[in-house]
């Protein structure tokens, strides 16, 4: 619910943010948008793994095929770049040429943390030139990318080398990576080459645009939420300066939450379906504080290391993690659902549900099962 307390501003509890935060990621009930629609509402999809967002869309609209996104990758309507957190996000063509520049500064502080030292010495001026020329000619590894850098740079590391040109430069990932039901190495183009047109120059009123976009998919929010989800640094000033068109509230903990005037704030008790949602899904890698889609003890078993797991929600928070095992060549698929507590009847009814369906989705033509360990039902 939403508490008030005297003139302060209105706090919001967990659950309204939860409920808040679903409906803005078409988790509360599934969307009716097209692909193109959904991938720009989203403001971009992660897309780290190939089938990444067709999961996450899978998840989010009504009769969603799989070929309508990967139709639009390879028309080049969308692509997949190095944009928020300088991870490979998939947008459409239009965000491209307008958040990559926005985001210049965060490709190269990842750069700058990883690789720096390893490119000491290095022109990158004069490696940013070279590496145009030869992305121009034909899509590249990063690995052949690299090798051929270091023919001017021998007593540099090939790695860095490449890393030091996907900082400096928009490049994209160019199919056949990423197509539904295809595979390919990952070779990269400049944008300019792609998409026929270069990214623009960035400003103030782009900067505050993109947070408003933020805020409609992922709000209410703190500057600080706006930061992990961007990856940006010094946010605090630019959001003071849109302050005055946005409203504001607090969470239960009384940090400063802000949001777009007509950003929806569903009743918390909304019933929120049971969702299963890819690895690295941006629902949970945007947010500083992000009990608002799993509780704290919760954190460590979606992840293990670098790897995060697929996770699905009951009642609208993570409550467990899911994988999909192939058994005889493929005939057979079966989806392990491990939640992190006990389910209710009712959720473990929805778990079985909503995994027979993505099962549907996942492995058309085999044997499917569900299993749903330790649910204490």
């Not at 028309?75 to 926005?102: E, G, K, N």
């Not at 976009?213 to 990856?231: H, V």
């Not at 799993?294 to 899911?322: P, Y």
Request: glycine fraction near 8%; hydrophobic fraction near 45%.
């Amino acid at each position: 619910m939403t508490k008030r307390t005297g003139t302060a501003a209105p706090v919001l509890t967990t659950r309204a943010l939860n409920r808040a935060f679903l409906d803005r990621q078409l988790l509360l009930r599934r969307s009716g948008m097209s692909a193109a629609d959904a991938v720009e509402h989203l403001v971009g999809l992660h897309a780290q793994l190939p089938k990444v967002p067709y999961y996450a869309l899978r998840a989010r609209l009504a009769d969603f095929r799989p070929e309508e996104l990967s139709d639009l990758l390879a028309s080049r309507r969308t692509v997949r770049i190095a944009l928020q957190r300088s991870t490979l996000h998939m947008v459409t063509a239009r965000d491209c040429l307008a958040l990559r520049p926005l985001l210049q500064d965060v490709q190269e502080r990842r750069f700058r943390a990883s690789f720096r030292k390893r490119a000491e010495g290095v022109d990158l001026a004069r490696l940013a030139e070279v590496s145009f020329g030869l992305l121009e000619e034909r899509p590249l590894t990063f690995s052949e990318l690299g090798a051929a850098l270091a023919e001017l740079w021998p007593a540099h590391d090939r790695l860095a080398l490449s890393m030091a040109a996907r900082a400096l430069l928009a490049l994209v990932q160019v199919p056949p990576r990423g197509l539904w039901g295809q595979g390919g190495l990952a070779r990269h183009t400049t944008v300019e080459q792609w998409l026929g047109e270069a990214p623009g120059e960035p400003s103030a009123e782009d900067l505050e645009a993109m947070l408003e976009r933020c805020l409609a998919a992922f709000g209410p929010a703190s500057a600080g939420d706006m930061q992990i989800w961007s990856g940006l640094t010094g946010l605090r000033e630019v959001v003071d300066r849109m302050r005055p068109r946005l409203r504001t509230f607090r969470d239960e903990h009384g940090t400063e939450l802000f949001d777009v005037p007509d950003g929806p704030l569903p009743d918390p008790e909304t019933p929120a379906p049971v969702r299963f949602l890819p690895e690295f899904d941006n629902l949970f890698l945007s947010h500083r504080d992000r009990t608002r889609v799993i509780a704290d003890a919760f954190r460590a078993r979606t992840w293990k290391g670098n790897q995060a797991f697929s996770v699905f929600l009951a009642d609208g928070f993570i409550r467990g993690v899911w994988r999909i095992e192939k058994e005889r060549r493929g005939a057979a698929a079966v989806l392990v659902a491990e939640p992190f507590e006990p389910l209710s009847r009712a959720e473990h009814e929805g778990v079985e549900e909503e995994g027979a369906h993505l099962l549907d989705f996942a492995a058309p033509g085999a044997v499917h099962e569900v299993r749903v360990t330790g649910s204490g039902r």
